[in-house]
Nanobody, 119 residues
Framework: QVQLVESGGGVVQPGGSLRISCATS????????MSWFRQAPGKEREWVAR????????NCADSVKGRFTISRDNAKNTVDLQMNSLTPEDTAVYYC????????????WGQGTQVTVSS
């Protein structure tokens, strides 16, 4: 049974930082590209950042470039998102997403973690 469990969300003041994590189990982590998405109230879910299976390629949305950094630990089967210089526009539920890029097509979502940026 594949599980993606996000943690680390919470309330932070504008300009602050937060690090959220996604712990995975039940999958061969090193075969999966990992991404973070977010969904704000009343808005579509949007892609935030991606890291490839080897951890050698990282991409992020223009809206978070220079502020957010994605990383992974293939020994611990985890992926993190370090978020700096947060603004109220970053308030959303953040979701972890795994996509198999080497084997049979497979993709999985976590249940999400709430990040609220407010003074």
């Amino acid at each position: 049974q594949v599980q993606l469990v996000e943690s680390g969300g919470g309330v932070v003041q504008p300009g602050g930082s937060l690090r959220i994590s996604c712990a995975t189990s039940g999958l061969t982590f090193g075969l999966y590209d990992m991404s973070w998405f977010r969904q704000a109230p009343g808005k579509e879910r949007e892609w935030v950042a991606r890291i490839n299976a080897l951890g050698s390629v990282k991409n992020c949305a223009d809206s978070v470039k220079g502020r957010f950094t994605i990383s992974r630990d293939n020994a611990k089967n985890t992926v993190d998102l370090q978020m700096n210089s947060l603004t109220p526009e970053d308030t959303a539920v953040y979701y972890c997403y795994a996509k198999n890029v080497f084997g049979r097509p497979a993709e999985y979502w976590g249940q999400g973690t709430q990040v609220t940026v407010s003074s």
